[in-house]
């Protein structure tokens, strides 16, 4: 090969692999009977999916009163929540595009789940506006389309408009990156089956061959995907947040949104990747192939946007008060001290300061830490967006209009059972699919594998040596 | 690819891309006309070996690109001077500025879409099509040449299959497809 790589980074596969033992190791936990693990998480997800389809159904049909909002506190937990769900949904194309053009090997390791939590999370993101609308059955009002009111067309200067199309855009891009790399890996899985689920795979496979020329229109593909996929998935936090920048509320009115929130959103996003793909690779044995020098890349990215994050806030407090306005310095006097202090020392805690450990290697590399600061910056991040969004409305310039609100019942049934629903698709997808893209591990094995490079390194190892022939 | 009438197909397996590649440089040496080659994953510099034409998806994604953005441009334009104004807040009826964000997505949106049926459309993939492949392991580990021999004389075959067993093939077999 041909690929230079330096001699100082570590092996990114373990367990001298061969070609077929990565096969192997990926398709099989698809091939056997789902463990009992998976059935309990399955289970539980279930009943999350059925709380959110209670709660869903309990606001459609009595109405969004249901949810305690009021005329102060418009927006509450159901856009905290979208944007949650939206930031969440960063990582995968992050990882799978921008690490693409970067040319970072780790990227292979983590993408494909990656990619897949982000769809899930886009669907989930998605279900907040829609439900928010209160009359869902007229959601298709959003889209200009030819009508007999006029035809009336819907306001393409309003920044919710641009989030309908760039959240649609965004999904669709992702699936289509996403299918195109499953598209070779499926006829992996086509070939080692035989009976009803070889023509299911072969029908998902759309007769992939692995013909020289058509991995070279893939990787074209792939490429310019990517470098479509790159602005793409910038421009989709910058618009949520344009749904906030360009209005005239204290609080909201500010031009560092847009770095802001993507910075939040990659960390939010690296975040749920972490949580996720440490319980996948104990569950599904993926150790080789996720390794703690993937899991310290991962954190030093969340170390790296958690410091902008955190910076961003203490900006903003400073520009609050350096601006002389002083609706914009009570804004922020009440975000860290008003009714709502514990949600904004909340978000400082678990995105500015615990972040921080991870300056120091030792629990970077550590598998306990990591899942528990994946958890706090979970949190973290879901408090960031309540702060922005509730503490800001609940003190407007009408001192006679202050409000509180607390979410009902059915506002948290819908949160967490959006969880059940992402946990769903997410459980489901590592039955049906190749948890690591398979085809691009292989293409990395002879520069980053063990027996290849590393200290446990054999001089002049062929990877055919391995096993027998067929 | 996908052609109506059988083909009757000589292969040899590899078990290394290093051992195709060095193949493919001996073939490229005594003129033999390889089919086509299958390997598991995109192989390094496998393309400029087979002298393929460098491809020209990303022309046409520039072009399914361009389109998406003058008609995302053009009809918000045409909506909002022609044919139905309104003034939001005191702005101009075309806006431009606010326009760029849903031109910028229908750019992107055009161009993945197009560039990506276009990519199905050229490999002859679709859902439910189905291609013989020649051995199971070619999406595993296996890596493999294949000669068209319909028409070949015996002379060309027997070339075909000394080329395939001194330059290492693990396994050569012919298959109609």
Redesign the interface.
Known sequence: ???VVSPIREPLITGSK???DI?EDICGPTERAPGLLWTIAMALSVAGLATFAFSVFWTVYFGIGTWDLNRTIGWGWDITNFVWWIGIGHAGTLISAILLLFRQKWRTGVNRAAEAMTIFAVICAGQFPLIHMGRIWLAFFIF?YPNTR????V?????L??DV??I??YF??SI??WY?GL??DF??M???STGMRRKIY???S????????????????SL??AG??T??VL?VHT?VS?DFATSVIPGWHTTIFPPYFVAGAIFSGFAMVLTLMLIARKVLHLEDYITLEHIESMNKVILLTGSIVGTAYLTELFISWYSGYIYEQFAFFNRALGPYWWSYFGMMACNVLSPQIFWFKKYRRSIFVTFFMSIFINIGMWFERFVIIATTLARDYLPSSWSYYVPTWVEIGIFVGSMGLFFVLFLLFTRVAPVVA???V??IL?TSGDQYKGKNAMPHH???DDHG?? | MSQNKSKEVLFGLYDDETDLMDAIRVANKEHLEIDEVFTPFPVHGLDHLLHFEESRLHIAGFVYGAMGTLTAFLFMSWVFTRDWPIIFGGKPYWSVPAFIPITFELTVLFCAIGMVVSYYTVNGLAPGVTIPTLHDRITDDKFCIAFNTNGASAQDIGNMKDFLSKTGASLIDSKVV
């Open positions: 090969m041909s690929a061969t070609y077929h096969t200009p006029g035809p009336l067309w306001n393409f200067n309003s920044p408009l641009w199309f760039a649609s855009t669709t891009v289509l990156f195109t598209v070779p006829a992996t086509r070939d080692r072969n029908f998902l759309f007769g992939w061959t692995g013909s020289a020329k058509h991995w070279q229109r893939f990787e074209s593909l310019i995907l479509l996929a602005p793409l421009s618009i344009f398979i085809a691009e292989k293409s002879k062929h990877a055919h022939h067929h």
